[in-house]
């Protein structure tokens, strides 16, 4: 099966820096790759997604890129606010499947 | 609110005790989920729901017990919980194997 690895687990930047959070798969019939945000005493929610038809994807001031030859993806957030501070998750998903592979979740903690 | 609504939002029960959680969403979608999230670990998915038919149940112990009467609801019960139990349940809705929407979430504490 799939298996996700997510790296870092925990992240500290300043406001205003960058932060960048990788995960590597290990199936290459995956070909959907969701990222959620699960602030505090919330459920996940899904921040942005790419297809593996696509090396890159941006929304404002988040970004994802995919390589598939390598077999991971990253999202890039720019201009880091303490908003964004909250636990992160990627996930790999096959075609047709109903059910992705999670990653264990990055814990960014934006300092203002 | 994301469209999925999770009730109770907390939930303290006994090991002897038997409740259900209750999800409901407002989003069309066509498959429904739940998921166990604890401290430490990844995402645990426990039962899939797909146009109302259960098409996964990921070895989940038979005292978690899914019932989705119609494609907008989802139930859980529970009973005979044990201690380990205790952790934050996660609902999710898609359409077909588009990315998820989930509810806040029940906070359940076996004592």
């Known amino acids: 099966g799939e298996n996700v690895e997510q790296h870092p687990s925990t992240l500290s930047v300043q406001e205003g820096d960058s932060a960048v959070i990788k995960c590597t798969y290990s199936?290459?019939?995956?070909?959907?790759f969701p990222w959620y945000k699960q602030e505090l005493g919330k459920g996940p929610q899904l921040i942005i997604d790419?297809?593996?038809?696509?090396g890159e994807k941006k929304d404002q001031r988040i970004a994802v890129t995919l390589n598939k030859t390598a077999k991971h993806f990253s999202l890039h957030i720019t201009e880091t606010q303490p908003e964004d501070s909250a636990v992160y998750f990627c996930a790999a998903r096959g075609e047709g499947s109903y059910i992705p592979t999670f990653g264990r979740g990055t814990s960014l903690i934006v300092h203002p | 609110e994301t469209g999925v609504t999770q009730t109770p939002r907390h939930l303290v029960m006994g090991m002897t005790n038997k409740k259900s959680l209750k999800c409901e969403q407002h989003?069309?979608?066509?498959?429904m989920y739940w998921y166990k999230q604890s401290a430490k670990k990844p995402l645990e998915l426990m039962f899939v729901?797909?146009?109302?038919?259960?098409?996964e149940n990921n070895s989940v112990p038979s005292r978690f017990s899914p019932e989705c009467p119609n494609s907008s609801h989802l139930f859980l019960h529970l009973h005979t919980l044990q201690p380990e139990d205790s952790a934050l349940y996660l609902c999710a809705s898609s359409q077909d194997s588009e990315g998820y929407t989930f509810g806040s979430g029940t906070r359940l504490t076996v004592v």
């Open positions: 729901y797909n146009f109302k038919e259960q098409t």
């Open positions: 989003l069309g979608h066509n498959a």
């Open positions: 199936d290459s019939a995956s070909n959907y």
């Open positions: 790419i297809r593996s038809n696509v």
